[in-house]
């Protein structure tokens, strides 16, 4: 179910870190079993069974999601947005409910709430201030590395009282796999220099999770990477080796007492 999984003790209480793969759910198909995102090609009884298991092995109370756009728009899961939400609130339209909040990254100082970032080659970016019991999710794909959608969470996570954040960069599309056209690699390189880099094969890519590294740098967040490439390890999920049929791996960062 989890590909990484580790708890951090702090002063208000326990942070549970975790991303998930492929294994260990009710999905069927080419997807593998543990999808957390498609309820378009999955079943949706699948996805919410899938919730349901991760869910219950964090501790957490109620998962909070959004409909990512590869923007730098952060939700804040405060009290207020929270009364309005439910078990199933995460499935959104697919499970008959309202449709989910558009943003890229979800910060929260509330207990018991998993934030969940979604994602299949794009970056999954856990972040926490263990002390504080301040936490925030980030999808940092190429646009939200561009547009700076770390610096946007970071920001949103100390005007709720953050002190020291940690973060850590989950699994994504490597450096020696992420192919795009050297036009766009030469454009992001004058931008954020050091992202370009090379494939396997000897053509121009993205080292988008060196890029979030320096980026959590420069906003004094200290940063780690549970490494893994999405594309080559069978066992998480790849847009860019599935195509549409891939699923949905999930970063969870959640505060249980
Ligand atoms: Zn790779």
Not at 42 to 49: F, Q, S, Y
Not at 76 to 101: I, K, T
Not at 105 to 111: E, S, Y
Not at 146 to 174: K, N, Q, S, Y
């Amino acid at each position: 179910m989890f590909c990484f999984h580790e708890r951090i003790t702090g002063a208000r209480g326990t942070i549970q870190v975790a991303f998930t793969d492929r294994e260990g759910g009710h999905s069927t198909g080419s997807m593998g079993s543990l999808n957390l995102g498609r309820t378009d090609v999955d079943e949706l009884a699948a996805v919410r069974a899938n919730g349901e298991l991760v869910r219950r092995a964090l501790g957490a109370e109620l998962l909070v999601a959004t409909h990512q756009v590869h923007g730098r728009e952060v939700l804040v899961a405060d009290e207020s947005f929270l009364s309005g939400w439910g078990r199933d609130s995460w499935l959104g339209e697919a499970a008959g409910g309202p449709p989910l909040p558009q943003a890229d990254a979800i910060v929260t100082d509330r207990p018991g709430i998993a934030l969940v970032v979604r994602v299949a080659d794009c970056v999954p970016v856990l972040l926490a201030d263990a002390t504080g019991g301040v936490l925030g999710v980030a999808h940092a794909g190429r646009a939200g590395v561009d547009l700076g959608v770390l610096e946007a969470t970071v920001t949103a996570m100390r005007r709720l009282g953050a002190g020291r954040i940690e973060a850590v960069v989950g699994p994504h599309v490597c450096a020696g796999c992420y192919e795009v056209p050297p036009q766009m690699a030469e454009q992001l390189e004058t931008r954020h220099p050091g992202i370009r880099a090379t494939t396997r094969w000897g053509s121009d890519s993205l080292d988008l999770g060196g890029a979030c590294g320096r980026q959590l740098e420069a906003l004094g967040v200290g940063w780690r990477s549970v490494g893994g490439c999405t594309m080559t390890t069978p066992v998480l999920h790849s847009h860019r080796r599935d195509g549409d049929g891939a699923g949905r791996l999930a970063g969870l960062v959640c505060r249980v007492s």
